[in-house]
């Protein structure tokens, strides 16, 4: 990245948080006495919940509103693959690409290409050029949280057609689906005497994150739970975290971890995700379950997990509905309800809804 093409980043502004209003003369503004407000938090549904998560509108759901949104954002492309869109990117990112090396900006069709010719490690090279110009002249709040981590931008191909790497921290800037794996861990364990007489009762492993993380401080988490690098599989990932974040030990995962499917959303990125708000982030969770016994216990291994505590499902539920846990991991635990019998027909009247929606399927190419 040469010096102009960084004192181009530095002088572009990415928002424009400008109000509207404030050059109105004060004589055309009335004063209304305010409303009440009611600060008491509502409990949130299951369903609040995956909207709080799924947040992109979708086509079959509404779709103006869908196509409003889509229309509003370029596309993400390679010019290997013209016609295929890897992400949505919203227009005050795009303008930053305008005029740098290897990038093309059309604005009649609303599309940003990666020119670059050849492999993977030829767009990955370019990208990581661009990513880090934009790091170096801090002109986007979302890089402070960058991590070093390369994750995978698939084509048509899928996992065998690797486009480029980036960043983990840049992905958000592009729109493109990134991958992690999610973990709950849980036991069987006798109830007491006075809430069952000796039934067994499913009790689930939580964490609750940092407080300092940039995104999602202080919130309740999954067991375990990262994002998939490039070059990884996802069990090898599962393995790696549950070492790291909860001191597992690699063995009994690999001996005890079970593959349960995926969870798929697409998320618009509001304060607490850390960065500039609005970003778009379509994600794919590898989702696992692991049966402990009672003398099995999670403790932090870094600086990334504050402490685990063993909950009642019932514990779990109110602490999801007070809005707790990172939105992803609230979806993560709503499919572990479902597959263990804990959400059904008969208690949830949107349980079609939120089976379909834990199971989204994205306009992007995926591994």
């Known amino acids: 990245m040469d010096a102009l093409s960084l004192a181009k980043i530095r002088n572009l502004s990415p928002f424009d948080s400008s109000d509207p209003t404030a050059d109105q003369p004060e004589e055309h503004l009335q004063e209304v006495p305010p409303a009440p407000i009611d600060n008491t938090p509502k409990p949130k549904t299951n369903l609040d919940l995956i909207n709080d998560c799924d947040s992109f509108p979708q086509y079959t759901s509404d779709p103006s509103l869908y196509l409003k949104h889509v229309n509003t954002y370029y596309l993400l492309r390679v010019a290997a693959h013209p016609d295929t869109t890897l992400g949505y990117i919203l227009p005050s990112v795009a303008e930053v690409f305008r005029g740098l090396p290897h990038w093309e900006l059309d604005d009649a069709d609303r599309i940003l290409t990666l020119t670059v010719e050849g492999g993977q490690e030829a767009r990955s090279t370019a990208v990581a050029a661009t990513t880090a110009a934009m790091r170096a002249t801090n002109h986007f709040a979302v890089l402070k949280g960058w991590r070093n981590e390369l994750y995978p931008v698939y084509g048509p191909g899928g996992k065998q057609d690797l486009l480029f790497s ?26 007491t005497q006075d809430v069952g007489g000796g039934e067994e009762e499913l009790r689930i492993w939580v964490g609750r994150r940092a407080r300092n993380k940039q995104t999602y401080g202080g919130m309740l988490d999954n067991t375990v739970a990262g994002g998939i690098a490039t070059g990884e599989i996802p069990f090898e990932s599962l393995v790696r975290e549950a070492a790291e974040e909860a001191s597992l030990p690699e063995a009994l995962v690999r001996e005890k971890g079970r593959a ?27 989702v696992y379950d692991l049966e402990l016994d009672g003398n099995t216990v999670p403790k932090p291994s870094d600086d990334e997990v504050e402490g685990f505590h063993l909950w009642s499902v019932n514990e779990v539920k109110e602490a999801m509905r007070r809005g707790e846990f990172k939105p992803n991991c609230a979806l993560v635990l709503l499919d572990f309800f479902v597959r263990h019998g804990i959400l059904t027909e008969e208690n949830e009247k949107d349980y079609v809804e939120i089976v379909s929606r834990l199971h989204r399927r994205f306009e992007f190419p995926t591994r």
């Open 260 to 286: 349960c499917g995926v969870v798929t959303y697409f998320s618009i990125r509001g304060e607490q995700a850390g960065g500039e708000t609005g970003l778009l982030q379509p994600e794919c969770q590898y």
């Open 166 to 191: 980036i960043e983990r921290a840049a992905s958000p800037l592009f729109g493109v689906v990134t991958y992690g794996v999610h973990m709950t861990a849980f036991t069987r364990a006798k109830k």
